[in-house]
């Protein structure tokens, strides 16, 4: 039989006010990452995978026993940016401009890819990696043709020339000819772009960061750029092809390294990775600048972040909700470095919240150099694990206690783990404290607003 309000026992009156208690002290309590964190899962993809494609790594030298060129493929690089895929489990993983630079890369590709981990945990899990269909995530038997897309410019968007313009790399006769692939289907490489971040707007395009604009560089689903990339004003690096003999205001290969979007799908958040010539470089200044999707413009709005003391760069920048974000800082010491500690952190930090100086408002949130591993899923012998990667570029929020990040192997670069071509490592994280959702606090007020309203009522019929 249902119990009617006014039939609630008093047991039930003072359970009711302690619920109000407690309740009150989470909903004001401050939300944060305290506590530390523990590795959930674990999985590995070896240096040595590759793709179908034309030859790569003409222009770059090899490391770790592994030459190069690669004939007639090309590396699965190690990865700068993860959105999730559309089938649970799969995961779409962006790797950079292929060799770390404009000069060497104008045969990589650039591309996305789908992958499925199949994650040790403590319940079991190989730990291995596939290659997944990349728009129904059925698992494949390798990175071959659907299981990735190529950014290209058919319709001859970008408004400078590419690669794909030339007969031979670079414009330059002394070097090879441009692969037929990349001249006729007009692929984006290296060499055009250093795209280090990409996200995906409320009407499904994709949006790419690029470090030599810094650009935007606007794509369909399918990888196809459907206008002229979008330059940051006032803001030129040495490889802007702008620059026309002008004098750059930041650092080679500094430019969006973190780009996250909002939940409605129409702000961009972009992060420089490099100071810009004037502001504070003491302080280790960053801009965060917003861009609006529906207006294909820069919106004025800006914030200043401000790298740790031990940070050297930041690999990564996602959102929690409409103004906090997780943000991965490094710098370059690993595990093999004969001197200096690795400095691998997320931090989360608050647009709304600024101070005196204009910086925004920061956090740890997880040290990647320290994080409880009591079921030693990477098998080192060890419970607490490192992640000692020169650099760590993808960060992901699967769900407010879980986060997926990996690192960037640089392939053919060494030395994270040892003196052989890094691996690419894939974590799930899981967050002692979970990550608050912006309706949480109105969920739970409303529901503190019931019980008050229970409670009146109980005393009212006493």
Not at 171 to 187: F, H, Y
Not at 250 to 257: A, H, T, V
Request: hydrophobic share 40%.
């Amino acid at each position: 039989m249902k119990t009617k309000l006014y039939e609630v026992s008093e047991k039930a009156h003072t359970k009711s006010l302690r619920l109000i208690a407690v309740a009150c002290g989470l909903a004001f309590a401050a939300p944060a990452f305290a506590g530390g964190a523990s590795l959930e899962g674990w999985a590995i993809m070896p240096a040595n995978t590759f793709a179908d494609g034309p030859t790569t790594g003409q222009f770059a030298s090899g490391a770790g026993g592994n030459p190069l060129p690669l004939l007639n493929k090309q590396s699965v690089q190690g990865f700068s940016a993860v959105l999730n895929a559309p089938v649970a489990g799969s995961y779409l993983f962006m790797p950079d401009n292929g060799f770390g630079t404009k000069g060497n890369s104008a045969d990589a590709l650039l591309r996305m890819y789908a992958i499925t981990p199949d994650f040790k945990t403590s319940l079991g899990g190989s730990g291995t990696v596939k290659a997944a269909n990349y728009n129904s995530g059925a698992v494949m038997g390798g990175f071959s043709s659907g299981s990735y897309i190529n950014l290209a410019d058919p319709d001859k968007k970008i408004g400078f020339k590419i690669q794909a313009d030339y007969n031979n790399y670079y414009n330059d006769a002394s070097k090879p000819l441009v692969d037929a692939s990349i001249r006729s289907g007009r692929l984006l490489t290296g060499a055009d772009f250093d795209i280090e971040s990409v996200r995906k707007d409320k009407n499904g395009n994709l949006w790419f960061g690029d470090e030599f604009g810094p650009f935007l560089v606007k794509a369909d689903a399918s990888g196809k750029v459907l206008r002229g990339e979008f330059g940051l004003p006032g803001v030129m690096s040495p490889q802007n092809p702008y620059l026309n003999g002008g004098t750059p205001n930041l650092n080679g290969s500094n430019g969006f390294e973190g780009m996250a979007i909002n939940r409605s799908g129409d702000k961009l958040f972009t992060l420089l990775e490099g100071t810009v010539a004037g502001d504070d470089a003491s302080r280790k200044t960053l801009r965060i600048n917003e861009f609006s999707i529906d207006a294909e413009a820069y919106t004025g709005q800006q914030w200043k972040y401000k790298l740790d003391a031990a940070g050297t760069n930041i690999g990564d920048m996602t959102a929690i909700n409409d103004h906090e974000f997780l943000v991965i800082e490094r710098n370059g010491v690993t595990a093999t470095s004969a001197s200096g500690t690795p400095f691998k952190k997320i931090f989360r930090i608050d647009i709304n919240k600024v101070d005196a100086a204009g910086y925004v408002a920061k956090s740890e949130a997880v040290d990647l150099m320290n994080i409880a591993d009591p079921d030693d899923l990477n098998g080192d012998g060890k419970t607490t694990f490192t992640f000692p990667f020169v650099t760590i570029e993808s960060v992901l929020v699967l769900d407010a206690n879980t986060l997926l990040v990996a690192n960037d192997n640089n392939y053919p670069g060494i030395g994270g783990r040892d003196l052989g071509s890094d691996n690419t490592e894939f974590l799930k994280i899981h967050l002692t404290s979970p990550i608050p959702e912006p309706s949480t606090y109105a969920l739970l007020l409303a529901g503190l607003g019931g019980i008050g309203f229970f409670v009146v009522g109980r005393r009212k019929r006493d």
